[in-house]
């Protein structure tokens, strides 16, 4: 499953970003899929992910409150609604698809993923 992250950017503390990601194939609805973030020197991280109905969701603690999962599966896209950004959240942000049949935070549970976009949080 081919997927293609875009709507990073530089934006100042306190701001909204809304990442998109765009997957390949009509297999999109049966996976559940995942946000993770990179920052430079650290490992990759969970940041969220939603169910294949898009009815269930996690969140790792930090983001809660303030970042939201979506998805549309009639347009093979998750979606990551950012708000009230902070200088903590600059990363390289990836999607990825899991084969199921839950949600999981476990990275290595994923099979496919984006290249990642960046996003940057000037404070």
């Known amino acids: 499953v081919p997927l293609v992250e875009s709507g990073g950017g530089l934006v100042q503390a306190g701001a909204s970003l809304r990442l998109s990601c765009v997957a390949s194939?009509?297999?999109?609805?049966?996976?559940?899929m995942g946000w993770f973030r990179q920052a430079p020197g650290k490992e990759r991280e969970f940041v969220g992910a939603i169910s294949q109905s898009g009815g269930g969701t996690s969140y790792t603690k930090s983001v809660l409150g303030r970042f939201t999962i979506s998805r549309d599966n009639a347009k093979n896209t998750v979606y990551l609604e950012m708000n009230s950004l902070k200088p903590e959240d600059t990363a390289v942000y990836y999607c990825?698809?899991?084969?199921?049949?839950?949600?999981?935070?476990?990275?290595?549970?994923?099979?496919?993923w984006g290249q990642g976009t960046q996003v940057t949080v000037s404070s």
């Open positions: 990825a698809a899991s084969p199921g049949p839950g949600i999981t935070t476990f990275r290595s549970q994923y099979r496919y």
């Open positions: 194939g009509r297999t999109f609805s049966s996976y559940p």
